[in-house]
Structures are given as structure tokens and as C-alpha cells.
């Protein structure tokens, strides 16, 4: 009607005369006209050609990676970037957009807003074999009850180089996933073996104890204690044990701590050679690993 003109006039009456005449606030008009643009029918589209496949064809190779996948919780952009493996190609906001409209977007937590110091600098190194992390978490079995599940992550690959699962969650089972790591990629056990290697770690009773302590400076490793009540400072080791629970702890059920010191260490090499890492360029962390040491090698 406020577009409709005078016949006498040949203007247009506008919002506010028609408005006055119904008796109605110009503020409702505004608002249901925002809310028109904002919720419209119909999601808008992306103009323009759809690429090598329409939208139900690309759902169905989502469907299929998300299927295929030894991993739960994976995300719009490991999604896409497996497409790519697979030679299906197309742009990542198209994957996300058919995730969302479908239900298939991963699970996400809204975070809290921390202090400056927790981000003040980075914990990601430049090699392998810089910073490690390492941390606790806990899970139930059948026959042991709860146990606590230790891992060392490279802060560099995101690479499990530890993990270890123990009725009694003490200062010594705390030290074993650290001692894998030291088998594995330092040449075994001896003094400074470990040397250059910071090891990042929370303030728990358990790596706060003076055997604990001790042996990893016999090692040669250089204690990096975390922030306290700032699990950011931790947060490789704390994302790998996100993926962990996600992936095993939560899915499965474990008869004895054996079962589950099994299934960890399967886990580990499963998650080592097939989990793909953003910022390592999908990459897995075995891939980075290895490039890491064949760049070395060229630059000696």
C-alpha cells in the first residue's frame, strides 16, 4: 500500500502516512521485513555452475567418506580434503554448506574466553622432536574398573610417540608413554638422550612429582609446565585425546586394562598413519614426520 500513488497527486503515499492511517508502529513493518531477508523460503544458492557433479552426486561421495572413514567427528574440511584423494573435486564451502543442510557436520563446543597469557606465543614448533606433550585422561572397564590412559604427542607432527593405559594412575605409569617416545625416536634409553626435546605438561600430581621430574631431566628433556587452569598451554596432547575418545574410549567397551592397552596401541598406529591434520597440510602425521627428516637430510 505505501508504494500504491495518489490519484490526484500521482505520489506515492509512503510507510509512514499508511501506517498512521492503520494505526500500526513502523518498527513491526521493519522488523518482519528483516526477518523476511534474513529467513528467506528457500537458502540461497550458489550462482553460477554447479561443477563436475550436481549437489545430490557430491552428498553421496560425502556420505561415502564419512562411511569409509576409521574416525568419528571428522569435519567439512577433512571431508573435502579426502574428497580431493579420491579425485572429487570442488570448493570447500559446497561441502560445507551440504553437511549442514543434511546434518552431517561434525559436533562442536563453543569455547571460553581466556586470559592473554594463554596465546601470548605458539606451540607449534618448526621440526619434530622440539616439544612434546603429554597429559591424562580416564575410561571404564568390565573387570579393572576405571583406569587412566597416558599419551606424548610431537607437538610438531601432532604424532602419538606415546600411550599407556594403568589401574594405579601414578607418577611411574605417567612416565611410561614418555619412555616409549624416548625408544622410538631418540636411539633408546640414556642419559640426555632426549636432549633439546621440551616436554609440555599440566600441573597434576603425577608430573609435578619429584621421580617424575627426575627422570625426564636424566633424559635430558627441558620441563614446560603448562598454565594453570589454561589447558590451551597442553592443547596438542589435549586435541589427541579428543580424537582418542571420540574414536575409541567412548565406542568401545574393554573387558581389562590389557584389552585396552591393546586396542591403544593399535589405535596409535592407525591414528599415526590415517588421521589427516589441517595445518600439516592433510597431511597424516606420519607424512610430516617423514618429510621432516628427508628435508633435514637435504639441507645436512
Not at 505520489?11 to 494505526?23: E, I, N, S, T
Not at 604427542?153 to 605417567?174: K, L, M, N, P, W
Not at 631418540?186 to 616436554?199: D, H, K, P, S, T
Request: charged letters at 25%; glycine letters at 8%.
Amino acid at each position: 500500500m505505501s508504494r500504491t500513488a495518489s490519484t490526484s497527486t500521482g505520489k506515492r503515499f509512503g510507510l509512514q502516512r499508511v501506517c498512521r492511517a492503520w494505526k500500526r508502529p513502523r518498527s513491526t513493518v521493519y522488523h518482519r521485513r528483516r526477518l523476511r531477508v534474513c529467513n528467506p523460503a528457500t537458502p540461497p544458492k550458489r550462482p553460477g555452475p554447479q561443477g563436475p557433479c550436481d549437489d545430490a552426486t557430491l552428498l553421496g561421495h560425502i556420505r561415502k567418506v564419512l562411511a569409509d572413514s576409521p574416525f568419528h567427528g571428522e569435519g567439512y574440511r577433512k571431508v573435502w580434503a579426502r574428497l580431493r584423494f579420491r579425485k572429487v573435486r570442488t570448493s570447500r564451502e559446497r561441502v560445507r554448506r551440504l553437511m549442514r543442510e543434511h546434518g552431517l557436520q561434525a559436533p562442536h563446543r563453543a569455547g571460553n574466553a581466556h586470559g592473554p597469557r594463554a596465546h601470548d606465543r605458539t606451540i607449534i614448533p618448526e621440526r619434530p622432536n622440539q616439544m612434546w606433550g603429554t597429559d591424562l585422561t580416564g575410561t571404564v572397564t568390565v573387570r579393572d574398573g576405571r583406569v587412566g590412559v597416558f599419551v606424548a604427542v610431537d607437538h610438531h607432527t601432532a604424532e602419538c610417540v606415546g600411550i599407556h593405559a594403568a589401574v594405579s594412575c601414578t607418577r611411574f605409569e605417567a612416565l611410561e608413554p614418555v619412555r616409549q617416545g624416548v625408544r622410538d625416536f631418540c636411539g633408546g634409553f640414556a642419559e640426555n638422550a632426549a636432549a633439546g626435546i621440551a616436554l609440555r605438561h599440566d600441573h597434576g600430581s603425577q608430573y609435578l612429582a619429584d621421580d617424575f621430574q627426575a627422570e625426564i631431566r636424566f633424559l635430558g628433556f627441558t620441563p614446560s609446565p603448562a598454565f594453570v587452569r589454561e589447558p590451551e598451554g597442553n592443547g596438542c596432547a589435549e586435541r589427541f585425546i579428543r580424537t582418542l575418545k571420540e574414536n575409541l574410549l567412548w565406542v568401545r567397551t574393554f573387558e581389562t586394562v590389557e584389552d585396552l592397552r591393546q586396542a591403544l596401541l593399535e589405535f596409535k598406529r592407525q591414528y599415526n598413519e590415517q588421521w589427516i591434520v589441517q595445518r600439516l597440510g592433510y597431511r597424516t602425521p606420519a607424512q610430516a614426520r617423514k618429510d621432516a627428516c628427508l628435508a633435514a637430510e637435504v639441507a645436512a
